[in-house]
């Protein structure tokens, strides 16, 4: 089972310090197309989470091949520590430090802080805003930057994401 410590970041909401967590749950409890959600219970949390259809890494420009690590774009609700709607995303390797990533929706830009291999929207307002955004979007384009100076692209699906979103919270209300 799922047992993470919790990193409190400097606006006091939360990030997973590990980017193995959906591989690790045996806890999905749905599926709504691109979207799965999963339950854990010690401590209480669940989550939408999905991988990229598309993924494309370049260098100076030109298309490159890395090594990267497990790619998830998350929706987190922890009642324990009044998290609802956390937006959280692992690009699988060590951003650029000091350098956010952008998220791109329908033409729609938004800056996710960054540390470590983990990105999320700076403050809990911007979850809520991004979540509304990625309810009527059709796809989820984040871009970031390598500390070796690879930029990656990742593209997202949205299809099934209002209802893996709705199941989610369901699960972890009250």
Same mark, same amino acid.
């Given at each position: 089972m799922i #047992? #993470?410590?919790?990193?409190?970041?400097?606006? +006091?909401?939360?990030? @997973?310090?590990?980017?193995? @967590?959906?591989? =690790?749950?045996?806890?999905?409890?749905?599926?709504e197309?691109?979207?799965?959600?999963?339950? =854990?219970?010690?401590?209480?949390?669940?989550?939408a989470?999905?991988? !990229? #259809?598309?993924?494309?890494?370049?260098?100076? +420009?030109? %298309?490159?091949?890395?090594?990267?690590?497990? @790619?998830?774009?998350?929706?987190?609700?922890? %009642?324990?520590?009044?998290?609802q709607?956390?937006? *959280?995303?692992?690009?699988g390797? %060590?951003? *650029?430090? +000091?350098? !956010?990533? #952008?998220?791109?929706?329908?033409?729609?830009?938004?800056e996710?802080?960054? =540390?470590?291999?983990?990105?999320? !929207?700076?403050? !809990? *307002?911007?979850?809520?805003?991004?979540?509304?955004?990625?309810?009527?979007?059709?796809?989820a384009?984040?871009?970031?930057?390598?500390?070796? +100076?690879?930029?990656?692209?990742?593209?997202?699906s949205l299809?099934g994401?209002?209802?893996?979103?709705?199941?989610? =919270?369901k699960?972890?209300?009250?």
């Amino acid at each position: 089972m799922i #047992k #993470k410590l919790l990193l409190t970041v400097a606006f +006091g909401f939360t990030a @997973i310090t590990t980017s193995t @967590i959906a591989q =690790e749950s045996s806890n999905r409890v749905a599926v709504e197309t691109d979207w799965a959600v999963y339950q =854990e219970t010690n401590p209480k949390e669940c989550w939408a989470v999905t991988v !990229p #259809k598309e993924t494309v890494n370049t260098k100076n +420009g030109k %298309p490159v091949s890395v090594r990267r690590g497990d @790619i998830f774009l998350y929706v987190f609700f922890r %009642p324990e520590v009044s998290t609802q709607g956390q937006v *959280a995303f692992t690009g699988g390797y %060590p951003f *650029a430090k +000091g350098d !956010p990533l #952008k998220l791109e929706m329908d033409g729609e830009r938004y800056e996710l802080a960054t =540390e470590d291999d983990w990105a999320w !929207p700076p403050t !809990p *307002a911007d979850d809520a805003t991004i979540v509304a955004a990625m309810k009527r979007g059709a796809q989820a384009v984040i871009t970031g930057q390598s500390g070796r +100076g690879t930029v990656t692209k990742d593209t997202f699906s949205l299809l099934g994401f209002t209802a893996a979103v709705k199941e989610a =919270e369901k699960r972890c209300s009250g």
